[in-house]
């Protein structure tokens, strides 16, 4: 047994408040034959190597469907027939071997986005399946290390300034004008500045986006106060605050949870969804609080009075900006970022030319410009070993109704239920839509994602 000091001390280690809650798992000292050639392991070094690379694709983000896909994989290669339940953060799974099983549990302590992981890990996955039946368990915990090293690759101010310029650029997609745009972008900038500092000493991720959005507002006032003496009439665009705290809408998890409700993933797909509306309500409902404070109306844009032609133009133009920016911010690769920015430009462009130029519903122009979208990537995943998931789901965030979800939440702070269920229902219909039209091109093109399992 330790000695009595050893445990207080261990205690008190564990009580230090900038200790984390969740303890990591210390996976090389776990092995018990690092050298052995992995097909020949222990079952318990197996089923580390098999968590493992199920929880660093959970951490990155990706659907309960790719994670089950990447264990599945790994487990092949070793010889190993592996059952997974797997939810937002958590995965649970019995992996068996003749006669004997094991069952083990992971757990991240928060969920998040991360797409260079995602493609770092499908370059693990190519080498396993390539040399795996060769290399050791102790190797294929190297290349994980390798995976898990590789954190967020930009910088906090990196990521406020594509923040600023992706939410700069849904606001013009918006109707906004320039002092709109301006405004959007330095709240917005300073508001996922303000986040990612929150957020980087590990204070829980509610109060972080809460402090971003209510930044971005008061950063957004400021900018119109400051733009004044040049602008006469800058205190009347009080509008784009809106596009202001756009970056916090959750996007990624957003469209995911409809991935995984398809793929009858249900405890994924409603945790996923769960978090996503958690965020939103929290962002949304501060935003609705210091604006209020700070007098801040959610009115209408101006009219921009531009032509069929500059209009298609610049819609393309900001959209491939708001995009690359977006996906900045989901740590994606400049390759990955130019990827999923291209094909965001023609998809939105297309949604947004379908409701101006001729009528269709919202609905109906999210849903073709998700599935035109979906296939994009397809042909670009054909051509390149960028990941699907890591430019459709980027390519569509700016298509996710948040001016109508923030509308919606404004007027329920304002005790008008009948306007905020018209943009509750509007936001909604959109939401179910975008997942759809990817859902779509994805049964059309990839023949192991229709087929049931």
Not at 50 to 60: H, K, N, V
Not at 265 to 294: D, F, K, N, P, Q
Request: charged share 15%; with cysteine.
């Amino acid at each position: 047994m330790p000695e009595p000091e050893q445990g207080n001390r261990n205690l008190s280690t564990y009580l230090d408040v900038s200790g984390p809650h969740h303890m990591r798992v210390p996976w090389h000292e776990a092995l018990s034959e690092p050298g052995r050639p992995a097909v020949d392991a222990p079952l318990a070094d197996k089923v580390s190597v098999i968590m493992r690379t199920g929880q660093l694709a959970l951490s990155a983000g990706d659907s309960a469907w790719r994670v089950r896909d990447f264990m599945n994989r790994v487990a092949h290669v070793l010889g190993v027939t592996v059952h997974a339940d797997i939810s937002l953060v958590n995965i649970e799974a019995t992996c068996i071997e003749g006669s004997r099983s094991i069952t083990e549990v992971v757990a991240n302590p928060t969920a998040g986005v991360n797409t260079e992981r995602v493609m770092l890990l499908e370059h693990y996955l190519h080498e396993v399946e390539a040399l795996g039946r060769e290399i050791s368990v102790g190797a294929f915990h190297d290349l994980l290390d390798v995976v898990e090293s590789k954190g967020q690759r930009y910088r906090p101010w990196q990521s406020g300034l594509a923040s600023g310029l992706a939410c700069g650029s849904f606001v013009f997609l918006l109707g906004g004008g320039p002092v709109e745009m301006a405004g959007a972008a330095l709240g917005a900038g300073f508001g996922q500045l303000a986040r990612r500092v929150v957020a980087g000493r590990r204070i829980n991720q509610f109060v972080a986006v809460a402090c971003g959005v209510a930044v971005a507002c008061v950063a957004y006032l400021l900018s119109l106060m400051a733009m004044s003496p040049w602008v006469p009439d800058a205190m009347s665009h009080e509008a784009g605050y809106i596009g202001a705290m756009l970056f916090v809408i959750p996007g990624f998890p957003l469209i995911t949870s409809g991935f995984d409700l398809f793929q009858s993933e249900m405890r994924s797909g409603i945790e996923r969804l769960a978090y996503a509306l958690t965020v939103i309500l929290t962002g949304t409902a501060v935003g609705w609080l210091v604006a209020t404070g700070v007098r801040l109306y959610p009115d209408d844009f101006a009219p921009l009075g531009l032509g069929p032609v500059p209009l298609t133009a610049l819609r393309a133009l900001f959209s491939f900006v708001g995009v690359y920016g977006f996906s900045v911010m989901f740590n994606s690769t400049p390759r990955m970022c130019a990827t999923a920015a291209s094909i965001g430009a023609v998809a939105n462009t297309l949604r947004l030319s379908l409701t101006g130029f001729w009528s269709v519903p919202p609905e109906a122009a999210a849903l073709a410009g998700a599935f035109v979208a979906g296939l994009l990537a397809a042909a670009c995943k054909a051509r390149t070993s960028i990941p699907r998931t890591a430019v459709t789901v980027p390519s569509i965030v700016i298509m996710v109704p948040g001016l109508y979800m923030y509308r919606a939440v404004y007027y329920m702070g304002t005790f008008q239920p009948t306007d905020a269920v018209d943009w509750l229902i509007r936001a909604a219909m959109i939401v179910v839509f975008l997942p759809v039209g990817l859902i779509a091109a994805r049964v059309i093109t990839d023949p192991r994602w229709r087929r049931v399992s």
